[in-house]
């Protein structure tokens, strides 16, 4: 068996899940006209049990473990619809927005944040996961295409407006699904956990699309306070990046952002040079505005990460044929460590008034390389 990271929390977790649709959307990605309809993993603070933890991947899911070549008996930590623990007020909801992935492959980081008293919605965006997607109620969609904004393709194989308009429509899907299920989180909780939750003090926390959807969000909804993105990317022009509330960006490494473009392309990270270019004003520049504007920003980059270390993969089981052999890196648990410890800072001291003292020294942390997005893709960066 491979277990994750035990969470280090004060509360055991446990793990629900439910089906919601929003009957004011249709589904961009579905061929016949339908509303749009989500899976929602849901994370919460529970009480001890001897119960068994629920399956990693469970039911239909499994086809994900088998198109990624994830092996066997990973071991999470939560129990499937075990009971609530006993809080003295409302947990505060972090809603979770993956890319290409269910939430349930971000389980160890889901599972920290709730063993720290927060409930935590991850969800699934339908027709986005390979090779499916899959409802609590078992039945399933396949992955399409569209869902990703031809992300699978190499790039600058394609002109950089095109990637920027196809991503940006991705990212503000994704960030409507953040607001329908804030909305549901209040109309229609979950049995067990109704009038158990905060949704007053909510964050929006994405990975890749889903850091940008993040920011989307926080740039729009007044009712999310927080933001924050992992290695996310905002497919917005800089003028449009803003947003006016607390807000995080946790960086991998990144030297397609560093190098010169004629490297970046001679290196194959890149099809294009000119691509590289246009890609590299935008991304950073648009992380550098949403630095500025908010009220207050902090950047970081994890050292030595790479893009998939923000989620299970540096810690699981791989097929040696696996894609995600590539992209994990090798930081073990020490990626999810270092990026459990800030986020649980950064929500502590702007979601829960904490002192999220372990921000102030984090500059010292050899972990981190804390500096504006501008300082660290520079050439001087490398």
């Known amino acids: 068996m491979a277990g994750l990271p035990r969470p280090t929390g004060p509360h055991a977790v446990g793990r629900t899940a439910r089906d919601w649709t929003d009957p004011d959307r249709a589904d961009p990605y579905a061929r016949r006209p339908s509303a749009r309809r989500l899976a929602v993993w849901i994370w919460y603070p529970a009480i001890p049990t001897p119960a068994p933890p629920a399956p990693y ?3 239909l899911w499994k086809a994900t473990a088998l198109a990624m070549g994830i092996g066997g008996g990973v071991r999470p930590h939560a129990v499937r619809d075990t009971v609530p623990a006993q809080l003295p007020t409302p947990w505060p909801v972090v809603v979770f927005s993956p890319s290409g992935n269910p939430p349930l492959v971000y389980a160890a980081l889901l599972e920290e944040l709730a063993s720290h008293g927060y ?18 109620d078992g039945r ?12 699978f393709a190499a790039p600058g194989a394609r002109p950089f407006a095109v990637d920027l308009r196809e ?14 299920v804030v909305e549901a989180l209040r109309r229609d909780p979950p049995r067990l956990l109704r009038g158990r939750l905060d949704t007053d003090r909510v964050a929006a926390v994405g990975h890749s699309f889903g850091g940008g959807a993040a920011a989307e969000v926080c740039r729009h909804d007044p009712a999310v306070r927080v933001g924050a993105s992992l290695d996310g990317g905002l497919w917005r022009e800089p003028s449009a990046a803003g947003v ?17 473009c004629a490297e970046v392309v001679r290196q194959g990270l890149m099809a294009d040079a000119d ?23 902090l950047t ?12 299970d993969t540096p810690m699981l089981p791989l097929r040696r044929w696996s894609p995600l052999v590539r992209l994990r890196g090798d930081t073990g648990p020490r990626a999810w460590r270092a990026t459990a410890d800030v986020l649980l800072a950064f929500l502590d001291r702007h979601l829960r008034d904490g002192d999220g003292a372990f921000l102030d020294d984090l500059a010292d942390d050899p972990r981190y ?14």
């Open 119 to 136: 409930v935590v919605a991850g969800i699934s965006h339908t027709y986005e996961s390979l090779p499916m997607s899959v409802f609590a």
């Open 167 to 180: 991503r940006a429509s991705v990212v503000s899907v994704k960030a409507a699904d953040i607001r329908f």
């Open 140 to 151: 399933a969609r396949l992955m399409r295409p569209s869902s990703l904004g031809g992300a």
């Open 275 to 297: 691509y590289c270019a246009a890609d590299r004003a935008c991304a950073v520049g648009g992380w550098q505005a949403l630095h500025d504007s908010a009220r207050p920003g």
């Open 369 to 382: 390389v804390v500096a504006p997005p501008a300082e660290l893709f520079s050439a001087t960066a490398r």
């Open 300 to 311: 970081a980059k994890v050292a030595g990460a790479k893009h998939a270390g923000f989620f």
């Open 244 to 260: 006016s509330t607390p807000f995080l960006q946790l960086f991998g490494e990144h030297p397609e952002y560093t190098l010169p």
């Open 57 to 59: 991947l469970p039911g």
